[in-house]
């Protein structure tokens, strides 16, 4: 049973570019959410996905947008890299939340961005 | 104020010792707490969690909540140097009133066990 996987690894970009980073969601997980984790730092939730949908949404600028397909893999784009844009960006999957229980999420290996 | 927030360490141990994490938090509307660990180039892992106060106990892994001072643990007993990971504190918080989903991290704590 493959878990979570994300692609590409690396990824070395300059500043004002745009990137795609892309996750595969443990199988039999419908929601996808995305984290941001800086050098020394616990990871920053971005957003979540849903159907197709996002659901909610932590303090990030709109340069950062996402996509959920019908497999439920997700991207994650991020326009206009800025150098502050450096970091380790994890995408967890999880079955349907629930509105009484929490949900455990299982992450990827992420991807290291750098912007130069 | 942080919503969650955790001593960053470093912190190094002989092997066999008890290691022991804390997290302190702000609300005290949270009442799911997670205990994730993080090798190097790895994702997070779940290791343990609890609800609300108490003790939970996994193997050498015990995790506590005092919520009357919102104070959250992890012990580890008979340390190894295999437990040489990043340990996070996280709590599922609601955001919007909607669900839980949204993971609130602490800042981890970099532990190294020496043999």
């Known amino acids: 049973d493959a878990g979570v996987t994300q692609s590409p690894t690396h990824l070395i970009k300059t500043r004002g570019q745009q990137v795609t980073l892309r996750c595969s969601p443990k199988?039999?997980?419908?929601?996808v959410s995305w984290y941001q984790q800086a050098l020394g730092q616990g990871p920053q939730f971005i957003f979540q996905?849903?159907?197709?949908?996002?659901?909610q949404r932590g303090n990030f600028p709109d340069r950062f947008s996402g996509h959920q397909f019908p497999n439920y893999s997700s991207e994650l784009n991020v326009n206009a890299l800025l150098l502050g844009d450096s970091a380790l960006y994890l995408c967890?999957?999880?079955?349907?939340?629930?509105?009484?229980?929490?949900?455990?999420?299982?992450f990827g290996p992420g991807t290291r961005l750098t912007v130069l | 104020q942080k919503e969650v927030e955790q001593d960053p360490g470093p912190l190094s141990v002989p092997e066999g010792a008890i290691v022991s994490l804390n997290c302190t938090y702000s609300n005290s509307a949270f009442q799911y707490f997670m205990w994730y660990r993080q090798y190097s180039r790895k994702g997070p892992e779940l290791l343990m969690y609890?609800?609300?106060?108490g003790n939970k106990e996994d193997g050498r892994f015990t995790a506590q909540v005092d919520k009357s001072s919102k104070y959250i643990s992890l012990f580890i007993r008979d340390s190894q140097p295999s437990d040489s990971a990043t340990y996070l504190c996280?709590?599922?918080?609601?955001?919007?009133?909607?669900?839980?989903?949204?993971?609130?991290f602490g800042q981890g704590t970099i532990l190294t066990v020496h043999p």
């Open positions: 996905y849903y159907e197709e949908e996002e659901r």
């Open positions: 609890t609800y609300s106060s």
């Open positions: 199988s039999g997980h419908d929601t």
């Open positions: 967890a999957s999880s079955l349907r939340i629930s509105f009484t229980s929490t949900d455990t999420q299982y």
């Open positions: 996280a709590i599922p918080a609601r955001a919007g009133g909607t669900s839980y989903g949204k993971l609130t």
